[in-house]
């Protein structure tokens, strides 16, 4: 499928000119002439990378996400690291209220402590494994 739009299971479809072709999987890699590889699903939601399939869908996820994030008591981050550019990640909770716990490397998470103030900021762990009892311990205080 290409320029096409498909959003639940209430018949939504979005795109110009859509059509549906099924394509061989021998042939996929010609839909992407010019890329090296087939991008991988994380390039749906980066902007600025390819995104052949469903870009309104992905416009908002994005603002859904940065409504929530900036909305949240507390944004549990696990593993991502902390990149100011990747706006669609981050804005959110840069504008938001809420508390954020981090697991992650260090450099990450002294970067992100420093954007959005120590005051809002926990570094659990750099490891998920060591970090999840913490976790489970802040989330049954929320309960």
């Not at 739009?5 to 018949?11: E, L, Q, R, S």
């Not at 902007?47 to 309104?56: D, L």
């Not at 507390?74 to 716990?101: C, K, M, T």
């Not at 981090?102 to 998470?109: E, L, N, Q």
Request: charged residues 20%; glycine residues 8%.
């Amino acid at each position: 499928m290409r320029n096409i739009t498909i959003v639940g299971g209430d018949h939504y479809v979005a795109g110009s000119g859509v059509r549906l072709v099924a394509v061989p999987p021998a042939q996929v890699a010609s839909i992407y002439e010019g890329q090296s590889n087939i991008p991988p699903a994380m390039s749906l939601y980066a902007p600025g990378k390819h995104s052949p399939t469903a870009p309104e869908l992905i416009a908002a996820l994005r603002e859904r996400w940065e409504q929530w994030a900036r909305t949240a008591d507390v944004v549990v981050v696990i593993g991502a690291r902390y990149v100011p550019e990747d706006l669609h990640i981050w804005n959110g909770i840069h504008q938001g209220h809420g508390s954020v716990w981090y697991v992650g490397d260090d450099a990450s998470a002294t970067a992100c402590a420093e954007r959005i103030g120590e005051k809002r900021f926990t570094h659990l762990d750099h490891y998920f494994k060591p970090a999840i009892r913490k976790l489970a311990a802040r989330l049954k205080i929320l309960a």
